[in-house]
């Protein structure tokens, strides 16, 4: 069975940084794409990072130059590098596969920005 668990949320200053990790489970992420979205109080859940099988990668244009979507698929993670983190990033960070036709959802992180 196909599980997700997102890690390395927390509380940070405007302009600090996190890293936020996604183990997999019941599959291989080598032969997945893979994604991390997001939802802010109040907002949809939007894409942040994805990466393809071949490992192709497209970001949010919010996000461009400030975040880095990688995979390790020997240790079957994906991480999410989160540098000159602002205010409007605060939300609930989830990682995302699809397994033939089902979405799969890890239970979120949450990351914080704040003084």
Not at 35 to 47: H, I, N, S
Not at 57 to 64: E, H, S, T
Not at 89 to 115: F, K, M, N, P, R
Request: glycine share 12%; net charge neutral.
């Amino acid at each position: 069975q196909v599980q997700l668990v997102e890690s390395g949320g927390g509380l940070v200053r405007p302009g600090g940084s996190l890293r936020l990790s996604c183990e997999g489970s019941g599959f291989s992420l080598s032969t997945h794409a893979m994604a991390w979205y997001r939802q802010a109080p109040g907002k949809t859940r939007e894409l942040v990072a994805e990466i393809s099988r071949g490992g192709s990668i497209n970001y949010a244009a919010f996000v461009m130059g400030r975040f880095t979507i990688s995979r390790d698929n020997a240790k079957n993670m994906l991480y999410l590098q989160m540098n000159s983190l602002k205010p409007e990033d605060t939300a609930i960070y989830y990682c995302h596969t699809v397994e033939w036709t089902t979405d799969y959802w890890g239970q979120g992180t949450q990351v914080s920005v704040s003084l």
